[in-house]
């Protein structure tokens, strides 16, 4: 899922709400310059960008188990399948945990709008606070693990009346990448055929370098219904200086590499909605393109856009970078998968995202 989602899956409540004295502490993007602005000249970038027709594009929208109804009610006009976050694999790569009432709650809630469901099995590790090596290498390495844990992932989605299930299996080495094919086929064939698999693929511009990274594509997009490219965190706070978080250049390039091997037609293109701060001193942080709004507010500041990247940019008084993905970003990646005649996109995550409608 990401760098970002990283944080998202260790503590969403961060995520949605920075505590106030660390919102004071942050910081904005490489290279721009802040201009006083009145306060009003900040809230109206949020709404700019005229509304995109998605009738031909697929709209996946990624949750946790904290997502509101009421983001359900806002975006469903717009959304085709609601992705949740997930059932996690177990250490010794054997088992994956169960669902939890939460999982349940935003399933049922996304079905009764018409939605579609898929539910997420993933390798992060809450003691480790990041995707588990060792424990996919466990699992993919093993034939009869890969076997068993299939059977176990198709059972929790059918038993729980999932739609179809996303697999997001992530620090993949590059030897387990046949397993990583075996194991999308396993899920796919334990499934009832009326049932969708999807699988989540970290950004590349280079066959080699998805192949470095765990991915044969051409046997994930035949084994997927979907493949979804993880578009996002090309910079970011822990891992690079203040840049964009998915340069549409760079975006362009991810796709034409995935596009060798998969058919576009089978492609999503990962779309961030969320920003990062890059403080002067000290380690930035996530936060919700709402909340970087308010940051240049309150600062005083006006945001930037960048048309190369389709997105904001600020820098705070006390030289805090911040970047971020808002609505106006998502309306041109629409566009932008539509030129490219891709299935759709993914946005991670509803909850953080600014209203896709």
Not at 202 to 219: D, E, I, K
Not at 252 to 281: F, I, K, M, N, Q
Request: hydrophobic letters at 45%; charged letters at 25%; aromatic letters at 6%.
């Amino acid at each position: 899922m990401g760098r970002s989602r990283r944080a998202a899956y260790r503590d969403p409540v961060r995520l949605l709400r920075p505590a106030a004295a660390a919102l004071l502490a942050l910081a904005t993007v490489a290279g721009t310059a802040a201009t006083t602005a009145v306060p009003t000249a900040v809230a109206a970038v949020a709404g700019s960008a005229a509304p995109v027709d998605t009738a031909d594009l697929a709209v996946t929208g990624f949750a946790l188990g904290s997502l509101r109804n009421g983001t359900l009610d806002r975006d469903a006009d717009v959304l085709d399948t609601v992705t949740v976050a997930g059932v996690g694999l177990r250490a010794a790569g054997d088992s994956v945990a169960p669902t939890t009432p939460d999982m349940a709650r935003v399933r049922a809630a996304a079905e009764a709008r018409g939605l579609a469901t898929e539910l997420v099995v993933s390798n992060y590790s809450n003691r480790l606070e990041d995707f588990d090596p060792r424990a996919v290498h466990r699992l993919l390495g093993d034939p009869d693990h890969v076997a068993a844990v299939a059977r176990q992932v198709a059972d929790r989605a059918t038993d729980g009346g999932w739609g179809g299930v996303n697999v997001d299996l992530e620090r993949v080495r590059a030897s387990d990448a046949a397993g990583l094919t075996d194991f999308v086929e396993a899920v796919d064939a334990a499934l009832p055929q009326t049932s969708t698999v999807s699988v989540d693929v970290s950004a590349a511009t280079s066959t080699r370098q998805y192949r470095q990274r765990g991915y044969h594509l051409g046997g994930l997009g035949r084994a997927a219904d979907v493949v979804v490219l993880m578009t996002y965190d090309l910079h970011g706070p822990t891992w690079s200086g203040a840049g964009p978080i998915g340069d549409l250049r760079w975006q362009r390039r991810v796709v034409e590499a995935a596009s060798e091997h998969v058919d576009p037609a089978r492609l999503d293109l990962g779309v961030a909605g969320y920003g990062y701060t890059w403080p002067r001193r000290g380690t930035g942080r996530t936060l919700t393109p709402a909340g970087a709004r308010r940051l240049a507010e309150r600062d005083g500041v006006r945001p930037r856009w960048h048309a190369d990247s389709a997105e904001w940019s600020v820098v705070l008084r006390d030289g805090t970078r911040i970047r971020w993905s808002d609505g106006r970003s998502y309306r041109t990646r629409v566009r932008l998968a539509d030129r490219l005649g891709l299935h759709g996109v993914a946005v991670w995550r509803l909850g953080s995202a600014d209203p896709l409608v």
